[in-house]
């Protein structure tokens, strides 16, 4: 049972905003950073957002991460067909003392 | 260039046991920690562990606690996750990832390893 809680899919036409929220406590998103992972179908996760809001090189600027009291959210703006994936939600939880995952959310480009 | 490169897939029987190996290249070693995580088949991501290569240090998720067992070696800059007892719900890909010591992200990812439990 994960932590972290997502929508289980959200999805959007080619050049829409899309924003995926992450909900979870004082003990994990309330204490430390958020990070966000994105993975294609059939492919492994890859590092998508870290430290809340920072970028990894060569992810495209479109999107971002932000990070308010328990609760984080991931926005993919211009929406392209190569965005269609799962993305992840995570961070440490200090109660757990465990890395716990979001629910994921299931991306679809219309 | 920085990798972690994994084992290949593996099929056991319920009640064995299964080692997977997760080698790293491309950096320092002991600079990273490196966790494994598991994925059933149309589930989410499950975090299981950790092992700090510079000591062996490990750290489980209470879920598995008793049943797996992370190694190194330092030799071959190799770590490995062993689960045992294993079950027909343990079928999953699992991968692993390495994490600069206190980032508290993980980057990259291994190609992950199929792991089948099938009677």
């Known amino acids: 049972q994960s932590v972290l809680t997502q929508p289980p899919s959200a999805s959007g036409t080619p050049g829409q905003r899309v924003a995926i929220s992450c909900s979870g406590s004082n003990s994990n998103i309330g204490r430390n950073a958020v990070n966000w992972y994105q993975q294609l179908p059939g492919t492994a996760p890859k590092l998508l957002i870290y430290s809340s809001n920072q970028s990894p090189s060569g992810v495209p600027d479109r999107f971002s991460g932000s990070k308010s009291g328990t609760s984080a959210s991931l926005a993919v703006s211009g929406l392209q067909s190569e965005d269609e994936a799962d993305y992840y939600c995570?961070?440490?939880?200090?109660?757990?003392?465990?890395?716990?995952f979001g629910t994921g959310t299931q991306v679809t480009v219309l | 260039q920085v990798q972690v490169v994994q084992s290949g897939s593996e099929v056991k029987k319920p009640g064995a046991s299964v080692k997977v190996s997760c080698r790293a290249s491309?950096?320092?070693?002991?600079?990273?920690?490196i966790h494994w995580v598991r994925q059933a088949p149309g589930q989410g991501l499950e975090w299981m562990g950790m092992?700090?290569?510079?000591?062996?240090?490990?750290r489980y998720a209470q879920k598995f606690q008793g049943r797996v067992t992370m190694t190194r070696d330092t030799s071959t800059s190799t770590v490995y996750m062993e689960l045992s007892g294993l079950r027909s719900d343990d079928t999953a890909i699992y991968y692993c990832?390495?994490?600069?010591?206190?980032?508290?992200?993980?980057?990259?990812w291994g190609q992950g390893t199929l792991v089948t439990v099938s009677s």
């Open positions: 092992i700090n290569p510079s000591g062996g240090t490990t």
């Open positions: 491309g950096y320092v070693f002991t600079d990273y920690y």
């Open positions: 995570a961070a440490w939880d200090d109660s757990l003392n465990a890395y716990v």
């Open positions: 990832s390495r994490e600069k010591h206190g980032n508290q992200y993980f980057d990259p």
